[in-house]
């Protein structure tokens, strides 16, 4: 639950609560664990050969399996009218004494409720926990339902009462005419006087603008914080903004978002600002991130297949390891100082991007474009670059391909001026796909079969 200003309530059962009542139910079975151990013991004693265990003779008497008899004499005489013993007669009765059996059918009827009430009482308390998990997962559902709602409630009555939208387009349209008037020749005074009260008019809707900007800002990142570990309900945030354009038309900054394991695939993100969010683990196939910000980003293990990077996307200092970029368009990218190590870069276009400083390590490059790119100290140990171009990459030096755990080429287009065989590595491509990939590929046969076939032309 929460109360009006979206603030968490306390949650009615702790953690605390639900060890200590699993705890009594342990300490419930013990005595009964340790009746049945004892019992089994003595049974299995009584059954070893007397070899191995010689005082099991002597417990076979009162364990039953020995016998146990007992026997017990009585004496009786007959006296003649003198008082002399004329007759003496001794009866014997033999009784079987009380064996491990008689005890048990004295015991048993306990020991059986005992365990029943045992077994009833552990299963009451694992459906009572099962029943408490589940009211605690939907209270923990409607809790952030809640959250959604009133976050949607607020932004809906920011954005509609307040005409954000057009006083947006009004202050655009503004700042492009005064932009080309200054571009162009001289206005005239009464253009000039005309321009000046529009100014201040708008001025003022457009310091309203901003402050209704900055709390959708707030809000939005506070809402996606709590939403931390969901990223169904964080893409269902996001779905909102992008549907009703307020990321576009509000310029809204999601600078530092948590938007890790979001669902973003095929969003118009377009001039978005994103640095320093956290995209970890986010779905961004076919995503339009052209001239986005996405400065230091966290974008590692994010899905890219077939994402529109290119025209001026800043990438600078992300971290994009492991990520799949299959097919994605880095051209004219910047990528500088860019964590690029693991990632999936196959069919990938990094023609003309800014490389500089960015680290391939073990990274696949097979038939990757990265013809006209900045490679000035990038970092290319163990990368995969099966049939690669890099013609006309530029500060790409031979040192950079060679030396202790180099790139593996094959088929590679490099530059006229680097002295390298271009196949030099073809042979150890396949067990190197292997080890860097074994997700990809299971056997060594699949990884030779993906060596042959971007190995043609």
Same mark, same amino acid.
């Given at each position: 639950?929460?109360?009006?200003?979206? +603030?968490?309530?306390?949650?009615?059962?702790?953690?605390?609560?639900?060890?200590?009542?699993?705890?009594?139910?342990?300490?419930?079975?013990?005595?009964?664990?340790?009746?049945?151990?004892?019992?089994?013991?003595?049974?299995?004693?009584?059954?070893?050969?007397?070899?191995?265990?010689?005082?099991?003779?002597?417990?076979?008497?009162?364990?039953?399996?020995?016998?146990?008899?007992?026997?017990?004499?009585?004496?009786?005489?007959?006296?003649?009218?003198?008082?002399?013993?004329?007759?003496?007669?001794?009866?014997?009765?033999?009784?079987?004494?009380?064996?491990?059996?008689?005890?048990?059918?004295?015991?048993?009827?306990?020991?059986?409720?005992?365990?029943?009430?045992?077994?009833?009482?552990?299963?009451?308390?694992?459906?009572?926990?099962?029943?408490?998990?589940?009211?605690?997962?939907?209270?923990?559902?409607?809790?952030?339902?809640?959250?959604?709602?009133?976050?949607?409630?607020?932004?809906?009555?920011?954005?509609?009462?307040?005409?954000?939208?057009?006083?947006?387009?009004?202050?655009?349209?503004?700042?492009?005419?005064?932009?080309?008037?200054?571009?162009?020749?001289?206005?005239?005074?009464?253009?000039?006087?005309?321009?000046?009260?529009?100014?201040?008019?708008?001025?003022?809707?457009?310091?309203?603008?901003?402050?209704?900007?900055?709390?959708?800002?707030?809000?939005?990142?506070?809402?996606?914080?709590?939403?931390?570990?969901?990223?169904?309900?964080?893409? +269902?945030?996001?779905?909102?903004?992008?549907?009703?354009?307020?990321?576009?038309?509000?310029?809204?900054?999601?600078?530092?978002?948590?938007?890790?394991?979001?669902?973003?695939?095929?969003?118009?993100?377009?001039?978005?600002?994103?640095?320093?969010?956290?995209?970890?683990?986010?779905?961004?196939?076919?995503?339009?991130?052209?001239?986005?910000?996405?400065?230091?980003?966290?974008?590692?293990?994010?899905?890219?297949?077939?994402?529109?990077?290119?025209?001026?996307?800043?990438?600078?200092?992300?971290?994009?390891?492991?990520?799949?970029?299959?097919?994605?368009?880095?051209?004219?990218?910047?990528?500088?100082?860019?964590?690029? +190590?693991?990632?999936?870069?196959?069919?990938?276009?990094?023609?003309?991007?800014?490389?500089?400083?960015?680290?391939?390590?073990?990274?696949?490059?097979?038939?990757?474009?990265?013809?006209?790119?900045?490679?000035?100290?990038?970092?290319?140990?163990?990368?995969?670059?099966?049939?690669?171009?890099?013609?006309?990459?530029?500060?790409?030096?031979?040192?950079?391909?060679?030396?202790?755990?180099?790139?593996?080429?094959?088929?590679?287009?490099?530059?006229?001026?680097?002295?390298?065989?271009?196949?030099?590595?073809?042979?150890?491509?396949?067990?190197?796909?292997?080890?860097?990939?074994?997700?990809?590929?299971?056997?060594?046969?699949?990884?030779?079969?993906?060596?042959?076939?971007?190995?043609?032309?």
């Amino acid at each position: 639950m929460v109360d009006n200003d979206g +603030s968490e309530m306390p949650v009615t059962r702790s953690i605390e609560e639900n060890k200590a009542q699993k705890q009594e139910s342990y300490k419930l079975w013990l005595p009964v664990t340790a009746i049945a151990v004892v019992v089994l013991t003595l049974l299995l004693l009584n059954l070893c050969e007397s070899t191995l265990f010689p005082l099991s003779l002597k417990a076979r008497d009162w364990t039953g399996f020995g016998g146990g008899i007992t026997e017990e004499a009585t004496t009786s005489t007959e006296k003649d009218p003198d008082g002399k013993i004329i007759k003496t007669v001794v009866t014997s009765k033999k009784e079987d004494g009380k064996t491990l059996w008689d005890w048990l059918s004295v015991l048993g009827v306990p020991l059986t409720l005992a365990l029943l009430g045992a077994w009833f009482q552990t299963r009451q308390q694992t459906q009572a926990d099962k029943k408490a998990d589940l009211e605690k997962e939907i209270a923990e559902t409607a809790r952030k339902e809640e959250i959604i709602q009133a976050y949607l409630d607020k932004l809906s009555e920011l954005v509609v009462d307040k005409n954000l939208f057009a006083i947006a387009a009004k202050v655009k349209r503004f700042e492009t005419k005064s932009t080309s008037k200054k571009e162009g020749s001289g206005d005239s005074s009464g253009d000039l006087e005309e321009e000046v009260n529009l100014s201040e008019v708008l001025q003022e809707q457009k310091e309203q603008l901003d402050a209704a900007v900055d709390v959708i800002r707030a809000r939005t990142l506070a809402v996606l914080r709590r939403l931390k570990d969901d990223p169904e309900r964080k893409t +269902s945030v996001m779905e909102f903004l992008l549907e009703a354009e307020v990321i576009q038309r509000l310029n809204l900054s999601l600078s530092g978002a948590d938007l890790s394991g979001a669902n973003l695939s095929r969003a118009d993100l377009h001039n978005a600002d994103l640095h320093d969010a956290d995209l970890k683990g986010a779905n961004l196939s076919r995503a339009n991130l052209s001239r986005a910000d996405l400065r230091g980003a966290n974008l590692s293990g994010a899905n890219l297949f077939d994402a529109k990077l290119f025209r001026l996307t800043n990438l600078f200092s992300a971290d994009l390891s492991r990520a799949n970029l299959f097919s994605a368009n880095f051209r004219l990218t910047n990528l500088f100082s860019a964590n690029l +190590s693991r990632t999936n870069l196959t069919y990938a276009n990094l023609s003309r991007a800014n490389l500089n400083h960015a680290d391939f390590s073990h990274a696949k490059l097979s038939r990757a474009n990265l013809s006209g790119a900045k490679l000035s100290r990038a970092t290319l140990f163990g990368a995969i670059l099966l049939r690669a171009d890099l013609r006309d990459a530029s500060e790409l030096t031979q040192q950079q391909l060679e030396g202790e755990n180099p790139p593996l080429l094959c088929n590679v287009t490099l530059p006229n001026e680097i002295g390298v065989v271009p196949n030099r590595d073809c042979e150890k491509m396949p067990q190197a796909l292997l080890d860097k990939f074994p997700e990809e590929f299971e056997n060594l046969a699949k990884a030779q079969a993906f060596v042959d076939k971007h190995s043609k032309p």
